[in-house]
């Protein structure tokens, strides 16, 4: 049961991670079309990456406490590239140079979308595969 | 090639003649003989005249008529006939037709004319006896030299004399200035090719003045000049005397007239016909192309589109739009514009102003350009096509004007916004988000101890009261000022005190601002106040012992007393942040971090807190002028970001000594509070459907996309802008831009600026490098390589400029290697002969020097601050500066100052009895060679003569070459305002102070790990070469 819980646990997480993501893509987006200003934009992103820096590591040791090491596995490279952001105190969009660094930053969040939602699919594998065999 | 034939029938006759003269082995011959009469006989109508021909006298020939009808004109041949024949005099003109069509050379029984129109020539066969019949004739017959012989045969006829031509006796005198005229590089090689093998063949026809020194190879075939085609070039290699002399020329490309131009290769070269590898480059370093003139803006396009804005305002980097992107993926050069807005025009070239009350700003409703010269109406004048997105739009009423026949309006003469390329319009109030803003003056000064030692303060506060009447916008201006050490000093300055009352706030953590209110005060009604203030601030702290700095802290008290209305904040600055909210370290004086990665982070702000404060700054409209005078490393690189996200400009003093650098003090300051000024401005650049500008270089931020905030604006700043092409393929045959800055005047009036310009698009990658302009070219690479010292290393940062000059004149070779037979050669474009010296003067520039002991990092960063805000031809002139001899100016009280000519950069030049000037806009040096005559010296420098240099001002003395020599270097500093030119003396073996002033800032001479100019050449050329 308690493996179930920590599936579904790992789930919302998860959820939560590719929201702050994609709201972060979103302000991204409005920029460039220009429907907010700089400001506005790097001042909402700011707000949220500090806490999915947290979460994610928070999930990272979580799969790791669970004993699901494969999945934590998965998550390492992301949390490594996120401490060595914040190491370097790159972590924040730069106001001033945010128009120059448009197409890197979205870059940089689209393939931190795919890989979440590549884990978001492994969960729910095996927290279905999970519910299965407790169901038996 | 058809016509070789004809030439090579013709040829025995004159072979047998030919054989006498021992120089000149047949062989060689036959080219000439050949190509002068085919040539002739052909193509009449492309024969240029040599310039030099004395054509007046052109009709009195007899022969011409006989001769020239046909298109025949003596040729060679006829020379080498001479010899044998006996030169019957008589023989003359009456040539038989028959024969002349057959054989034009041999026909020529005409000796005389032969000599004649051969002048030079015939010098060869000096000793024979045809000669003495020839003295007479030569008046007569000298016109048809020029008339009738196109230069293909004077050509050929003059190189294959050269041994003898130089000792030609006196008969020929006449005729050989005609040719020496026509052919500027032929003496020198006739002299060079003495030595050696004199029998090297002419060069090819076709080619005039310089090109002639170009020797072909012995065995090349003739050149003949193909009826409009190119004459290919010779490989340069030539084995025989050219290689020998190892030399490297300059081809000067301006044809001698304008019909040859056809013939003419269109670029131009250097060759370059040293091994890769020999120790001696050979290189006639004297030929090399050199931007002696200064800039040329380009006039190509103004010609071509009269209508655009002035280039001033904006300069393409090429004027041909590529058409497509793989074409322009080709021109590895940076594709964009140099953009001036607030440019200074000369008398008489102001930008009219245009006032729409009624109507209100005509726009097209799509892409919201402004209408221009180049919008077309339609419908008899009751619509308009935008020329940039090529949308009808609705004429409204009041507006409206009846075309005439050809589709004019015929109010035309009375709009200028539909005849000039620049445009003021007035805005009306949708243009505004508050009411305009007066000027707003705020001065943020520095006291603690170092900066009461070096005077800056006295200075400052002289120089403010002095400018007092000259801000501009009287009397809506508003000025207000904030002292600063371990604490910061705030001043009342209400119109109601006498004295100005002085608030201390010492709460460094949590700052406020006292009596918000009046920190800020209208200048006109507080003028007593002020003038108390700053009577009195320069002995106010005159005992002030405290060495600290709260500048963090004091900049965001700055902002809160500002950011209602915004304004210019002026910041004088002496000391490094040490209290408070940005406090700085000591950075940069580590020599183990350049060449690593982490090189570049010393150029970057060291605190986030600058950057946010800049964009908190650009976001209330305030602009930051940095005015750095410390003796000791004050962090430029985080101070300077203050300046670069607000438009605003970095001023650097290094150890500030007010009697040393007061005066630059003073005039910059002046310069900086009077200079018209445009405030809250933002910049858009609109182009036309397919292209678009993708990214933005200069002292500013971007608010979105494509549009540039910048809180202050003024003549001396200059925007660089990279476009691509958005469309694989463009279909227009035309780009327009156009360029628009709303901002508020000083006189509270909103207004809209527009420069428009159009350029054509080309399919063709060599009229894009014909249309090319160096100088926006230069401008935008500096800007590029210096950001990239931003996030890469120095050496990064050169050797992409390098690769970059490299594969441009690569595929430039590429371009013409197929036709053109190009051997050692390297070619590049005329349009842009001094991209390579540009490219190295740039790698030689305090920002990308070298490494860590070439420049301070400070000077570093201020000068890639400054350099980033410059106009075109203010960089180039600090890329290339002048340099000058100065001395004979001096003494010969006649000279005037257009004759002093400008030397180029390198120590050879260096006369040890001569005085020389070297101007790069910001600063003189005058540098005094050992055995100058004392009596200059002395005449300059009076008693402090023989004192040590550095410490001398020069000043005017009572003397007429004092007096001169200060009047000339006012002049230099009066054509150009925006910097001052303080004036630095050295006295030759001054070290270590001669080398950092002038030696090494000679850039074509080797210094350090750097190469001079014909080295960086040859290592370009090299690079050009690999797998070409």
Redesign the interface.
Known sequence: MGDLFSWLFSFFFLIALLVLVVYQLMCLADLEFDYINPYDSSSRINRVILPEFISQGVLCLFYLATGHWCMSLFCVPYLYYNVRLYLRRQHLVDVTEIFNLLHREKKLRLFKLFHLIFLLFLSIFWMILTALDEHQ | MGTENPGRQQFPPARPVATPFSVAPPQNMMPFSSSGPVVGSEASGFRPIPPGAPQPMVPSSTHVVGSQASGFRPSPITRFSDPSVPSPPTANVPPIAGQFQRFPAPHFPSTVQAPLSHAPPIGQPLAQPPAPPVSFRPRPQIPPVPMGSPPQTVNPAVPSLSAPYSSSDSMYQAPRPNFQSSFPGYVRMQSNADSQAPPIPPPFPTHQGGYASSAPPPSSYPYLAQPGGYVPHPPVAAPLGMQSRDQMQHFGSGPPSGSIQGLMEDFSSLSIASVPGSIDPGIDSKSLPRPLEGDVEPKLLAEMYPMNCDPRYLRLTTSAIPSSQSLSSRWHLPLGAIICPLAEAPDGEEVPVVNFTSTGIIRCRRCRTYVNPFVTFTDSGRKWRCNICSLLNDVPGEYFAHLDASGIRIDLDQRPELTKGSVEFVAPTEYMMRPPMPPVYFFLIDVSISAVRSGMIEIVAQTIRSCLDELPGFPRTQIGFATFDSAIHFYNMKSSLTQPQMMVVSDLDDIFVPLPDDLLVNLSESRSVVEAFLDSLPSMFNDNANVESAFGPALKAAFMVMNQLGGKLLIFQNTLPSLGVGRLKLRGDDLRVYGTDKENMLRLPED?FY??M??ELT?YQISVNVYALSDKYTDIASLG?LAK?TGGQVYYYPSFQSAIHGEKLRNELTRDLTRETAWEAVMRIRCGKGVRFS?YHGNF?????DLMALPAVDCDKAYAAQLSLEDTLLTTPTVYFQVALLYTASCGERRIRVHTAAAPVVADLGEMYRQADCGAIVSLFSRLAIEKTLSHKLEDARNSLQLRIVKALKEYRNLYAVQHRLGGRMIYPESLKFLPLYGLALCRSKPLRGGYADASLDERCSAGYTMVALPVKKLLKLLYPSFIRLDEYLLKASAQVDDLKRLPLAAENLDARGLYLYDDGFRFVIWFGRALSPDIAMNLLGADFAAELLKVNLKERDKEMSRKLMSTLEKFRESDRSYYQQCHLVRQGEQPIEGFLLLSNLVEDQMGGSNGYVDWLLQIHRQVQQNA
């Open positions: 986030p950057k946010q800049a964009a976001k970001t996200y990214s931020m971007l608010r979105s996309t």
